[in-house]
């Protein structure tokens, strides 16, 4: 069964920092490039950052550019999103994609005041 199960979303303060993980099973996670989206209330789902297959080629929405780092580790099937540095804007549903059309189920974020 092909699958993307995100984990490490919660409640922080701005200021904070929130590590997601995203474990991939049912496909060949190494033959992929991945990214992270997030999709805050009453707007649309937007690009966070995104991996290359080997890891070697990284983007970044200019709106978290010096605050999120985006890395993998093919031998464990994951990705991650280690978010510092966060603001309240940071709120959001975050997504884990797999490039093909494989989406994880998301994980809320929430950055208080």
């Known amino acids: 069964q092909v699958q993307l199960v995100e984990s490490g979303g919660g409640l922080v303060q701005a200021g904070g920092s929130l590590r997601l993980s995203c474990a991939a099973s049912g496909f060949t996670f190494s033959n992929y490039a991945m990214a992270w989206f997030r999709q805050a209330p009453g707007k649309e789902r937007e690009s966070v950052a995104h991996?290359?297959?080997?890891?070697?080629?990284?983007d970044y929405a200019d709106s978290v550019k010096g605050r999120f780092t985006i890395s993998r580790d093919n031998a464990k099937n994951t990705v991650y999103l280690q978010m510092n540095s966060l603001k309240p804007e940071d709120t959001a549903v975050y997504y884990c994609y797999a490039r093909g059309g494989i989406w994880g189920q998301g994980t809320q974020v929430t950055v208080s005041s």
């Open positions: 991996i290359s297959w080997s890891g070697n080629s990284k």
